[in-house]
């Protein structure tokens, strides 16, 4: 079994992918959806479409929208209490949509792979620009597969009320480094490392810890540097069944350790037909400038509201399928997954909710031309 094979089975498991392992024409639609119980409900069409113009090079366009409906961005800060920092109203409607196009190109040789592009995305408050370009080699005769990527954001806050940031500007940085080996005919591994650096304005404008004696808003350090290292393994078990097994460390200067367990079964249900279950875990320490949220005082130098830099963890169960129509072309693709967060302060604080339980997934259509 060639490597490509491999990569594409890989795609199943892994956060980012290539475009594509082989260039073909191409067009999908599908629909990503998110509901939790703190009264955010995102719903985001995605249209792409992908044509040759030789054999070895392609280019394509990606547009998404992300219709957001969010209790907090209707108050202008914490959905469970009057925005008494922002002086918001209710009167005020800051519910968002999101435009995100992406342009891309891919060269690929058969043993040499790469691919570059531009991102844009604009939103009532916030406005993303970026470059991205990813190259893979494949050698020893198509088992081995070294890669590395890049990626840069020049970003900008505009909050909807007058407010005068620190800055208003937040760059990110990241690069990936990539091993993927073929163990045997029926198994295969890769290694990544990412480098991510970030500096600017990196919190959000709207958080704000509102205390009896004083009401601060959120202040986080302007830099921050993160390392990720990650296995992911493939293994099929049988001819209908397959394995895919990840985690991830992550640690970064803000004091922040993390550590991920992904795992997929997939199996063949037909030769059309393919069904999966999916379980992951996701564990964090907190910011090492995090504190309980009555220990703050107006003297502090930086003040957390946002959970995601206290300590907390999650689990996600899931299923998918991928149902392909003969020689049709069309490959029609789904998944629905449940998730929960352990029970955290900063939560509770910030939506009135013990913990965050969400449903999301999504419908994917591709057709082949």
Known sequence: MQMRRWLGLLGLLLPFKAIASSLQDKGSLSL??????????????????????????????????????????????????TDAVTSATGRRTFDDVRYAPTLLGVYDDGDNSFTFGVYYSTERD?????????????????????????????????PTFKRNLPRSDRKERKIDLSLTQLLSPTAMVQLVYSNLHSVGFLGSPYHYLLRKDFARFETLPEKRQGHAFAVKFVKLINEPTSLNLSYRY???????????????????????????????????????????????????????????????????????????????GVKLKGAVNY????????????????????????????YTF
């Open 126 to 158: 916030y406005t993303g620009r970026s470059v991205f370009a990813n190259y893979v080699r494949q050698l020893n005769l198509q088992n081995t597969a070294v890669g590395v990527g890049f990626s840069q954001s020049f970003d900008r806050w505009s």
């Open 339 to 366: 998730y929960q967060t352990s029970s955290n302060e900063y939560i509770r604080n910030w939506y009135g909710k013990d913990r965050i339980k969400a449903w999301f997934g999504s419908v994917y259509l591709e």
């Open 250 to 328: 992550y640690t970064d200067d803000w004091g922040i350790k993390s550590h991920t367990g992904d795992i997929k079964l997939l199996r063949d249900i037909t030769s059309s037909l393919t069904a999966g279950v999916r379980f992951r875990y996701y564990t964090q320490t907190k910011a090492n400038f995090a504190k309980r949220l009555d220990e703050y005082t107006l003297t502090d130098r930086y003040i957390a509201v946002d959970y995601r830099l206290s300590r907390f963890s999650s689990n996600t169960v899931g299923l998918l399928f991928v149902k392909s129509f003969g020689l049709s």
């Open 32 to 81: 990503d959806f998110y509901a939790d119980n703190t009264d955010v409900q995102v719903y985001s069409p995605n249209f792409s479409f992908f044509k040759t113009l030789t054999k070895k090079f392609l280019i394509g366009i990606k547009m998404r929208i992300d219709a957001i409906s969010a209790a907090s961005i209707r108050k202008g800060g914490s959905p469970v209490r």
